[in-house]
Nanobody, 119 residues
Framework: QVQLVESGGGLVQTGASLRLSCVGS?????RGWFRRAPGKAREFVAA??????LYADSVKGRFTISGDSAKNTMYLQMNSLKPEDTAVYYC?????????????????WGQGTQVTVSS
């Protein structure tokens, strides 16, 4: 497992942008983002490993995942935010060679950062 720390959440209006950051030390196979809205189950958002990326259909075309290996940092650029994007966003990583849309595939989780989009 690796230690992950997210930042960059906040309160914005519909249509605004936010960039989340996740700093994590240690060697990982894949990294990604999940979110949990109030009263709902955890939901896959995006993940990347090497040159491969996965996005949930609900964020495709609006969110972009990227990484800076020199800084051990992963980003989630979120554009055209909607109220339904409101959730706690979690940075995740896997050290075992997996990249899927299932939360059980990731063995490292950050503490979460709140994103609230007002209408």
């Amino acid at each position: 497992q690796v230690q992950l720390v997210e930042s960059g959440g906040g309160l914005v209006q519909t249509g605004a942008s936010l960039r989340l950051s996740c700093v994590g030390s240690g060697r990982t196979f894949s990294r990604g983002w999940f979110r949990r809205a109030p009263g709902k189950a955890r939901e896959f958002v995006a993940a990347h490993s090497g040159g491969t990326t996965l996005y949930a259909d609900s964020v495709k075309g609006r969110f972009t995942i990227s990484g800076d290996s020199a800084k051990n940092t992963m980003y989630l650029q979120m554009n055209s935010l909607k109220p339904e994007d409101t959730a706690v966003y979690y940075c995740v990583a896997d050290t075992m060679g997996r990249m899927t849309t299932s939360p059980v595939s990731y063995n490292s989780w950050g503490q979460g950062t709140q994103v609230t989009v007002s209408s």
